[in-house]
């Protein structure tokens, strides 16, 4: 057995305790052995810090990291369809590829482990992430709006295909979802015959849903009922179906989603940027909704750095509802670790013997992280991606004292550089 042990670091443990602790890892199984005073022959040297769970970006568009600062200050309907759909209408694989290397980069260089995504060319992306060793959920995001009866159902069947051929990739370590865009963007007869499909295919369904009114007022016009019952009514909603934002929930959809098991992954920096408005975040979370935390797309946020987006999480939370005690620092931490691996079915998310060994080590020696009474605290309010020293999924150090060990940093940002620009220009 190859092991590897954590060694000399303080430990956030599952209750949100911290101990001094040394964490072994099980390097053939990617799993946690134990957590304790420990001792081991191959060490990765975390004294001076804390270590933590990786975190878990439960919904993002990776490659979209090619469009970071394109396009800023536009409202969602108009930035999708006057600067984003033209561009991604350029896109290609390669552009994929490299702008899927560039962000998972991003994220482990900011102590992600794990995450979502829903784009295009997605064989791409599988392969990107198993040479970056990472853990993910992913599907094609699948588009009917604007498209004739063949292109929508070609659509949807790629969709589903994908979902079928990859799932379990990577030793497991790539699972796959069914990803329609959403509600709006996906007519009601392809949800009706090819959700049944991805149940058959045991896959979830993975759609953003309620982000903006421009996206619910419709629904509720057409068919005179909110949108996840209409959503509901199409076979969605179902046990391990996850939604993305979830801003514009009113009290009985709050309620479905507790009901079905259905969770949210909340989006602040994104509702913030587009403006679309403030999730219920904590009456979610009361309702016993699952809830995890993502960034979305590098375009409408605009980075992959969940530290950010916890503190965004927890600062919009209390605003939206009107209550500084709401969305609490632990219940940050939870959502962007447990809460978004439960949503994303990784046994993730908790530094715990048997859980999958899958951390982050956070250096403690900065002055913003000065002095330390509560580091719960710290890691929602204070502390950045950038002070991640090292960074390990299953087992395996993917940065070892910040420097990404998967992948040749320089190389990726200089090819992402010239690919971005290039495809701006072709869509110009
Ligand atoms: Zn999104």
């Known amino acids: 057995m190859s092991e590897l042990l954590v060694s000399g670091g303080q430990v956030l443990l599952p209750d949100h305790s911290v101990e001094r602790a040394d964490v072994l890892l099980d390097q053939d199984s990617g799993e946690i052995v134990d957590v304790g005073d420990l001792s081991g022959?191959?060490?990765l040297d975390a004294s001076g810090g804390l270590v933590i769970p990786g975190l878990v970006n439960a919904h993002t568009h990776v490659a979209m990291t090619?469009?970071?600062?394109?396009?800023?200050?536009?409202?969602?309907?108009?930035?999708?369809?006057?600067?984003?759909?033209?561009?991604?209408a350029e896109l290609t694989a390669e552009d994929v590829r490299v702008g899927t290397e560039l962000g998972l980069i991003e994220m482990?260089?900011?102590?992600?482990?794990?995450?979502?995504?829903?784009?295009?060319?997605?064989?791409?992306?599988?392969?990107?992430?198993?040479s970056a060793g990472m853990r993910a959920r992913l599907g094609y995001g699948a588009i009917t709006v604007g498209k004739d009866d063949d292109a929508a159902r070609e659509e949807m069947r790629d969709g589903l295909a994908f979902a079928r051929e990859y799932d379990g990739a990577a030793d497991g370590r790539i699972r796959t979802a069914f990803m329609p865009h959403s509600l709006t963007t996906v007519g009601a007869e392809y949800y009706r015959e090819f959700v049944p499909?991805?149940?058959?295919?045991?896959?979830?369904?993975?759609?953003?849903?309620?982000?903006?009114?421009?996206?619910?007022?419709?629904?509720?016009?057409?068919?005179g009922e909110r949108p996840l019952e209409y959503a509901a009514r199409l076979g969605l909603l179902e046990p391990g179906d996850y939604l993305a934002h979830g801003v514009h929930l009113d009290g009985s959809e709050i309620e479905l989603l507790a009901d079905r098991g259905t969770g949210v992954v909340h989006c602040p920096a994104s509702n913030m940027k587009l403006a679309s408005g403030m999730a219920p975040v904590q009456d979610l979370l009361d309702a016993g909704v699952p809830v995890g935390l993502g960034t979305d797309g590098a375009a409408s946020?605009?980075?992959?750095?969940?530290?950010?987006?916890?503190?965004d999480a927890a600062m919009l939370g209390k605003l939206a509802a009107d209550d500084a005690s709401a969305v609490d620092a632990e219940s940050v931490v939870e959502m962007a670790t447990r809460g978004s691996a439960e949503i994303l079915g990784f046994d993730s998310g908790r530094i715990e013997r048997g859980a999958n060994a899958d951390l982050a080590v956070i250096d403690l020696d900065a002055p913003h992280l000065t002095p330390a009474h509560d580091l719960v605290s710290h890691l929602t309010y204070a502390a950045r991606g950038s002070d991640v020293r090292h960074t390990v999924c299953d087992g395996q150090?993917?940065?070892?004292?910040?420097?990404?060990?998967?992948?040749?940093?320089?190389a990726v940002r200089e090819r992402a550089s010239e690919r971005a620009s290039a495809l701006v220009e072709r869509a110009e």
């Open 197 to 223: 499909q991805a149940r058959e295919a045991d896959v979830p369904v993975h759609l953003h849903a309620n982000e903006t009114t421009d996206e619910v007022d419709p629904i509720v016009d057409e068919h």
């Open 66 to 88: 090619l469009l970071r600062g394109y396009a800023d200050d536009k409202p969602l309907d108009a930035w999708l369809q006057e600067d984003i759909w033209p561009v991604e």
């Open 41 to 43: 022959d191959d060490e």
């Open 397 to 410: 150090v993917l940065m070892r004292d910040r420097d990404v060990q998967v992948f040749d940093e320089r």
């Open 108 to 130: 482990l260089k900011s102590g992600t482990t794990a995450l979502n995504d829903m784009y295009f060319f997605m064989p791409e992306v599988v392969e990107t992430v198993e």
């Open 301 to 311: 946020n605009n980075d992959l750095d969940m530290f950010d987006e916890m503190r």
